[in-house]
T-cell receptor, first 113, second 112 residues
Framework: ETGVTQTPRHLVMGMTNKKSLKCEQH?????MYWYKQSAKKPLELMFV???????ENNSVPSRFSPECPNSSHLFLHLHTLQPEDSALYLC????????????FGPGTRLLVL | TQLLEQSPQFLSIQEGENLTVYCNSS?????LQWYRQEPGEGPVLLVT?????EVKKLKRLTFQFGDARKDSSLHITAAQTGDTGLYLC????????????FGAGTRLFVKA
């Protein structure tokens, strides 16, 4: 399944680094999502974009900064992260907004040292 | 508050056994999805159910949506080691705008 791709697949960064996660969907969808998945916890919705506009921000710390230049691409810019931010970051897309079936990318495994 | 309860949280069985996992809520959903996720990968969609009482089959997997659209079950017949993974359910509902919520998942381990 290559409908939703994410890069990099793995990332190790220090707390003072700045890095970006990239997501691209090839499904012609109009909504894109960032989720955080930590061990033994449910998926946590972070951001939702619908037609390039941010429609949801679930009280995410400002050290996470999303960017959606078009309906096919989504970025998550990271800076001054904390070790507790280590997790699997998943991107998803759906035809329209929430309420539609979401299709996930393979995720980026992030480790913050 | 966990709006979507999945049970059991963990299940370890022998190859060839049957199993059922559950996804329960007090909320009514317009649709419900089941995903399987392998370690280090993203969830892969297995099925979407939308009609109360609906039953869908995918080879050895049988999915049922409750009549009231508040719960769902996934039954696997003759489990194989390749069925090992985290099974997630997700429900979509209209709360003044559609929202999708995920359960915490059932982690299945099928032993050879």
């Amino acid at each position: 399944e290559t409908g939703v791709t994410q890069t990099p697949r793995h990332l190790v960064m220090g707390m003072t680094n700045k890095k970006s996660l990239k997501c691209e969907q090839h499904l012609g969808h109009n909504a894109m999502y960032w989720y955080k998945q930590s061990a033994k916890k449910p998926l946590e919705l972070m951001f939702v974009y619908n037609f390039k506009e941010q429609t949801e921000n679930n009280s995410v710390p400002s050290r996470f900064s999303p960017e959606c230049p078009n309906s096919s691409h989504l970025f998550l810019h990271l800076h001054t992260l904390q070790p507790e931010d280590s997790a699997l970051y998943l991107c998803a897309s759906s035809q329209e907004g929430q309420g539609e079936t979401q299709y996930f990318g393979p995720g980026t495994r992030l480790l913050v040292l | 508050t966990q709006l979507l309860e999945q049970s059991p949280q963990f299940l370890s069985i022998q190859e060839g056994e049957n199993l059922t996992v559950y996804c329960n809520s007090s909320s009514v959903f317009s649709s419900l999805q089941w995903y399987r996720q392998e370690p280090g990968e993203g969830p892969v969609l297995l099925v979407t159910v939308v009609t109360g009482g609906e039953v869908k089959k995918l080879k050895r997997l049988t999915f049922q949506f409750g009549d009231a659209r508040k719960d769902s079950s996934l039954h696997i017949t003759a489990a194989q080691t390749g069925d090992t993974g985290l099974y997630l359910c997700a429900g979509s509902r209209n709360t003044g705008g559609f929202k999708t919520i995920f359960g915490a998942g059932t982690r299945l381990f099928v032993k050879a």
